[in-house]
T-cell receptor, first 110, second 114 residues
Framework: GQQVMQIPQYQHVQEGEDFTTYCNSSTTLSNIQWYKQRPGGHPVFLIQLVKSGEVKKQKRLTFQFGEAKKNSSLHITATQTTDVGTYFCAPAGNNRKLIWGLGTSLAVNP | DTAVSQTPKYLVTQMGNDKSIKCEQNLGHDTMYWYKQDSKKFLKIMFSYNNKELIINETVPNRFSPKSPDKAHLNLHINSLELGDSAVYFC?????????????FGPGTRLTVL
């Protein structure tokens, strides 16, 4: 079946450092969504990428969809303590069903 | 106004008991989901209903039975609870259930089985 790998599983950074999480699929994706879950909270939608090579920005967050639509990345510039949480990619395959990555848990030292 | 609500927020119970978790969404969405999130944060979809009809039923023990009385509600009943059922259960909804739809999650129900 379709699988998605998200790396790294954990990342510990100093406040102000950059952070990147990657999402890789074995098959071509129709689109990909990213969600953030704060500690003790629930997943909250961040963004959706649909087009090959698409890049979207939300303040310090930059999201990219690979040219082959098999991978995606989320980059945070100059992390803040408010960025703490687990970031999930949720790509949709050709059957348009969402597949959830294992998430990347980000810890930020003040 | 809470878009997706779940009750209870916490549930502590003994092994072998039967319990239910309720979910309601006021977004007018057609599709609702139940997810299980274990201690390692893995989000596993369990069920999905579209307009009261079951459309996704992942490999879940048949002790878990979802019920959707109407498209705004999706409840989860669990029989004969086991230690391994301890997890956070999230209800979610989306407009139509396609992979392009944003999913809106409830606050979660933390189930602890003793």
């Amino acid at each position: 079946g379709q699988q998605v790998m998200q790396i790294p599983q954990y990342q510990h950074v100093q406040e102000g450092e950059d952070f990147t999480t990657y999402c890789n699929s074995s098959t071509t994706l129709s689109n990909i969504q990213w969600y953030k879950q704060r500690p003790g909270g629930h997943p909250v939608f961040l963004i959706q990428l649909v087009k090959s090579g698409e890049v979207k920005k939300q303040k310090r967050l930059t999201f990219q969809f690979g040219e082959a639509k098999k991978n995606s990345s989320l980059h945070i510039t100059a992390t803040q303590t408010t960025d703490v949480g687990t970031y999930f990619c949720a790509p949709a395959g050709n059957n348009r069903k969402l597949i959830w990555g294992l998430g990347t848990s980000l810890a930020v030292n003040p | 106004d809470t878009a997706v609500s779940q009750t209870p927020k916490y549930l502590v119970t003994q092994m072998g008991n039967d319990k239910s978790i309720k979910c309601e969404q006021n977004l007018g969405h057609d599709t609702m989901y139940w997810y299980k999130q274990d201690s390692k944060k893995f989000l596993k979809i369990m069920f999905s209903y579209n307009n009261k009809e079951l459309i996704i039923n992942e490999t879940v023990p048949n002790r878990f039975s979802p019920k959707s009385p109407d498209k705004a509600h999706l409840n989860l009943h669990i029989n004969s609870l086991e230690l391994g059922d301890s997890a956070v259960y999230f209800c979610a909804s989306s407009r139509v259930g396609a992979g392009t739809d944003t999913q809106y999650f409830g606050p979660g129900t933390r189930l602890t089985v003793l």
